[in-house]
């Protein structure tokens, strides 16, 4: 599902909260090292996300937030924020050539390179969650 989140909304954030639950504690955040992602850079991504990107002339960039429940990425826009919501059980991972990783969820995709270390691990943590949160639903 993707949201322009520019403006605070308290039923959209609701509805956000009851999707992919309330963000990590700060002791739950400590304990996993962190929850949100490096700096990613966009290579390609689907045509609703890319008519979006084709706005202004900046670098294509998102981050990825984990919650309990699934992730958020986040980008930008002109000076709007839009947030792709996706819980886990939406959520495909690829793993491309040696520095790219593509997330897929409904008819949305994004490919983002992953360069460095940091992102690798990043998108590890990612699986260990979502594997985490399907044991929970069996």
Known sequence: MLQNVSYNDKKQQDEIDDLLGKPF???ERLKLGGVGSPKLYVTASSKEIDSLFLLDNNDNTC????RPKGVILRFR??????????????????????DAYSV???????????QSAPV??????????????????L
């Open 77 to 98: 826009s002109l000076l709007e924020t839009y947030a792709l919501i996706i819980p886990y059980y939406k959520l495909t991972l690829f793993k491309g050539t040696s």
């Open 63 to 66: 981050n990825i937030e984990l």
């Open 104 to 114: 897929h969820a409904d008819h949305h995709k994004v490919s983002m390179s992953a």
């Open 25 to 27: 504690t700060l002791l």
């Open 120 to 137: 690798r691990l990043f998108f590890k943590k990612i699986q260990q969650q979502k594997a985490k949160n399907s044991e929970n639903y």
